[in-house]
């Protein structure tokens, strides 16, 4: 088993895997997102993505990219600890972290065979589909599962700890850091 970390590149190193893959026949999957608190819908979504082809590589907003998009109280997860919990999904080949505000830069470098992205997108509206169905890749709509968002799980926490009022029942060995004696 391939550890996590080791699947989390830089893009000129991504782009040298990439490359190789696909001169060996492989059709290379692209799809990108913040993927702020990993959800089950983003693992359905990754998942198909990876049936569309041999290989799926993740672009994982940067944490400044994200906060410019969603505004200053995210991400709620570092981009290093998302980028490696992608990672770890067995569904997904390689990961890398991208500071734009959209995947564009990072389209045109790799040139996948396939780019996936949610069915929220609408077809004009999806970045780099230019790019891919130029080079004879196709662009995938992947449905979504209704009622799966990270903003609706933020919702759902806060109301859940909301109704505890202040000084409420917490359970704070969930919430503390395990000591050092502890091994952790």
């Keep these: 088993m391939r550890e996590a970390r080791t699947k989390v590149v830089d893009c000129q190193t991504l ?4 490359d190789s893959f696909k001169q060996a026949g492989n059709r290379v999957v692209f799809t990108n997102g913040c993927f702020d608190l990993l959800h089950v819908g983003h693992v359905h979504c990754l998942q198909e993505a990876r049936r569309q082809g041999d290989c799926l590589v993740v672009a994982v907003n940067s944490d400044a990219s994200m906060q410019k998009m969603k505004g200053p109280r995210r991400p709620i997860v570092p981009e290093d600890e998302r980028a490696e919990m992608v990672a770890a999904l067995e569904c997904v080949d390689w990961v890398t972290i991208f500071d734009e505000p959209d995947p ?23 970045v780099g589909a230019d790019v891919v169905t130029a080079a004879d890749g196709k662009v995938v709509r992947i449905d979504l599962k209704l009622g799966l968002s990270t903003t609706r799980l933020i919702e759902t926490i806060l109301t859940r700890y909301a ?17 050092a004696d502890e091994g952790g």
Excluded: H, M, Y
């Excluded at 782009?15 to 990439?18: L, N, Q, R, T, Y």
């Excluded at 109704?163 to 395990?178: F, K, M, T």
């Design 163 to 179: 109704e505890q009022g202040p000084g409420g029942p917490v359970d704070e060995a969930a919430d503390s850091e395990p000591r």
């Design 104 to 126: 564009l830069k990072l389209i045109e470098l790799l040139v996948p065979n396939v780019l996936a992205k949610g069915a929220d997108w609408k077809e004009g509206e999806i």
């Design 15 to 18: 782009k040298g895997k990439v």
